[in-house]
Each structure stands twice: as C-alpha cells, then as structure tokens.
C-alpha cells in the first residue's frame, strides 16, 4: 500500500508566522475592517498586528483578510 506524498504534509502556520504575513500585506482599511469583523476597537487591532499583544481571532481575521495578495514589496519593487 503506497501512501500519497501530499496527504499530512500540510503544516499549520505558527501565530509569529501569520503576523509577518499579515505585516506584509496589510493595506489602508484593513485594521477598521477587522475591527468590525471581530468586534474589538481598531486601537487594539492595530496593536496586536503590532505584536504588542496576543490574540487569536484577530490574527486569524486578519490573516484571511490579507490572504491570497500579493505583498507590498513586489508590488511596489
């Protein structure tokens, strides 16, 4: 019985791994959107993108806001 490569080669990102892709990506709006999606004030948004503090469901918000774009570097390089 051969086992397919692909199946459980998959590795879940880790939270410092999803805040240097959010950090990357982030664009004008995107704080005031995730704060609405989640409910938490865009001060506090804005910090834990920051990394001042640690929250979950704000990062996996912001996570799927940015996700699937490109990241600023190359789009401006």
Partial sequence: M???SNRG???K???IQKVSIIN???RIGDIA???VATGYSATHVSDVVAGKYFND???N???D???GRISNAVKLG
């Fill in 57 to 59: 469901r704000i990062i």
């Fill in 2 to 4: 051969n086992k397919s």
């Fill in 13 to 15: 990102l880790s939270y």
């Fill in 33 to 35: 959107n995730v704060s």
């Fill in 24 to 26: 990357r990506k982030l």
């Fill in 61 to 63: 918000e912001a996570y």
């Fill in 65 to 67: 806001v940015t996700r």
């Fill in 9 to 11: 080669s998959y590795n």
